[in-house]
């Protein structure tokens, strides 16, 4: 029997908890979705949370696991898989979720939608580190003197990254053939993650194949802030992309 302790998040019910391991947060709304939806925050829980706090008054739970580190294990998607079944087995869910990431938490929306796709009805991504040369290695026009984090908490080399065949763009084939819908909000003065080097790509291969994206590039915006002042774009593309879950 899971032991959760309660309080409160921005007016709703949030359970904290442990699973396997790790910090979990599930947030109930009032009254649920009739289709059971539910928004898995990737990383940074709390962070810029008005697209959140508004799709939890129309009925969705917000769930979140924590990651091993930010910048991604392999294992933190099976995690994410175990954490699926959890959520919609204990609280009545539908098995797909809606990940939402930010940042490095775009990162792993895309290594776990594309290594676990029947788990995941769309994807929102804002600002996502997509190219590791980009951001944190910042071989190109990115980067924000996070190397030294990444080599870290990954184990991985320099000398290892320049061969490496495995970032998230690496993995976009995978979605574009499980037919997963993106939103992908970026900032187009943004020098820690560029969207020339990341959003730019992923747009651009989805295009090529006829995916289902949706973008929206704020022209004079940096990292932060992600979101958007009026979620309603967000709101729209989530509830019109999880309609036949």
């Known amino acids: 029997m899971t032991d959760y302790t309660k309080s409160e998040w921005n007016g709703f019910s949030r359970l904290d908890f442990k699973f396997m391991g790790r910090n979990a947060v599930v947030v109930v709304p009032e009254k649920k979705d009739v289709k059971g939806r539910w928004l898995l925050k990737t990383e940074y829980f709390g962070a810029f949370p008005n697209f959140e706090i508004e799709m939890l008054k129309r009925g969705w739970h917000l769930a979140y696991v924590a990651n091993s580190t930010r910048w991604h294990k392999p294992e933190d998607d099976d995690v994410k898989a175990e954490f699926c079944d959890f959520v919609s087995e204990n609280f009545e869910l539908n098995k797909k979720c809606l990940p939402v990431g930010m940042s490095c938490g775009g990162m792993h929306a895309v290594y776990f939608a594309a ?12 600002a996502p580190v997509l190219n590791l040369l980009s951001c944190p290695l910042g071989m190109g026009d990115g980067g924000d003197d996070m190397a030294e984090e990444f080599f870290r908490d990954t184990g991985l080399t320099v000398s290892y990254m320049l061969n490496y065949r495995n970032h998230p763009i690496d993995n976009v084939q995978r979605l574009i053939e499980n037919r997963i819908p993106i939103l992908l909000i970026c900032g187009g003065a943004d020098t820690t993650v560029p969207y020339c080097e990341n959003g730019a790509v992923l747009a651009e291969k989805y295009r090529a194949a006829n995916g289902d994206i949706t973008e929206i590039i704020k022209p004079e915006c940096g990292h932060h802030p992600h979101g958007l002042d009026d979620p309603a774009p967000i709101i729209e593309f989530s509830i019109a992309k999880t309609e036949n879950i």
């Open 115 to 126: 290594k676990y796709p029947s788990y995941v009805s769309a994807l929102y991504l804002d």
